[in-house]
């Protein structure tokens, strides 16, 4: 059985338990992080540290999360998890146990900090090679998506929107935008250039988008963010998605019909092979 971490304890998956009066299982009062290790090795934990900070601050959560780093090397070896080619952590933090109230609970109440970890199965290359579908969905989030909040009931619907109609990834729209995914980033490759939205309140800043456009920077490709409308994306030459789960996911039809030619393209491929490059090193 794997083993998790919860309240400064390792301890046995089955083992592990939180009061019915969490914040987290009652409000949805919480954040969380998921970040990718490489062969035992974390990748960009400042950036996901950071992110996780600009959350807490946000939702006024205090906890400190110096330990954060050491706890998840360790999560990694305890679970055997040093030698998988990708392992993701995942980590939660609550607002604490108490009666339940709209407002914040009494002061000093503990955040309860709870993480596991677990093997990424990467797809075949002759899969990936093959591409992916997505579907448009209405983007019916709150307004402050740059927060990793755990109230993820709208990208819970988007996503089995997508199951639903047998695709990978479900594309969020808001007036006109594509934005991104329900769990993802998104580019567009756009009359040649490599295109994403902003990092505003408007979608989570992904870390995996932040080191794509960096990547395709190193290749010497244009990277431009702005908001992208549906109308553009539907004459992309290419599109995909990114992010700590999806790393590079090329999507070849849009609610049902071709991406450019309907195939993987060079800009996709490219930057898949210099992220697991990236990620090697
Ligand atoms: C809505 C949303 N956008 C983007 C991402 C990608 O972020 P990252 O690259 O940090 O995994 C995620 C990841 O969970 C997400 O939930």
Do not use: C
């Not at 974390?42 to 946000?58: S, Y």
């Not at 902003?198 to 010497?220: D, S």
Request: charged share 25%; no cysteine; hydrophobic share 40%.
């Amino acid at each position: 059985m794997s083993t998790v971490y919860l309240n400064g304890r390792y301890l046995p998956k089955d083992g592990a338990t939180i009061s019915v009066e969490d914040r987290g299982f009652l409000l949805s009062d919480g954040i969380y992080e998921v970040t990718p290790a490489y062969r035992g090795r974390l990748f960009r934990m400042e950036h996901h540290m950071r992110r996780l900070q600009h959350g807490l601050d946000t939702l006024r959560i205090e906890f400190d999360p110096a330990a954060m780093p050491e706890m998840h090397t360790r999560l990694i070896a305890e679970n055997a998890l040093d030698t998988e080619e990708v392992a993701i952590v995942y980590l939660q933090i609550t607002r604490g146990v108490a009666p339940r109230t709209h407002h914040f609970p009494p002061a000093g109440t503990q955040p309860t900090v709870y993480a596991f970890a677990q093997a990424f199965h990467r797809p075949e290359m002759a899969r990936w090679e093959q591409g992916y579908e997505a579907i448009t969905v209405p983007d019916e989030r709150w307004a402050r998506v740059d927060i990793k909040s755990i109230g993820l009931l709208p990208n819970v619907l988007a996503q089995q929107a997508a199951v639903e109609a047998g695709v990978a990834d479900a594309l969020l729209v808001r007036e006109d935008v594509a934005l991104e995914g329900s769990h993802n980033n998104l580019f567009a490759v756009l009359d040649g250039v490599v295109t994403t939205h902003p990092a505003t309140q408007r979608i989570l800043h992904g870390i995996a988008r932040e080191y794509v456009m960096e990547l395709a920077g190193a290749q010497g490709l244009p990277v431009e963010e702005r908001p992208i409308l549906l109308e553009e994306i539907r004459g992309a030459e290419e599109i995909f998605f990114t992010g700590t789960t999806t790393e590079i996911r090329p999507t070849v039809r849009l609610d049902g019909e071709p991406v450019g030619e309907g195939k993987v393209g060079p800009v996709a491929k490219a930057l898949y092979e210099a992220f697991k490059e990236g990620t090697r090193a």
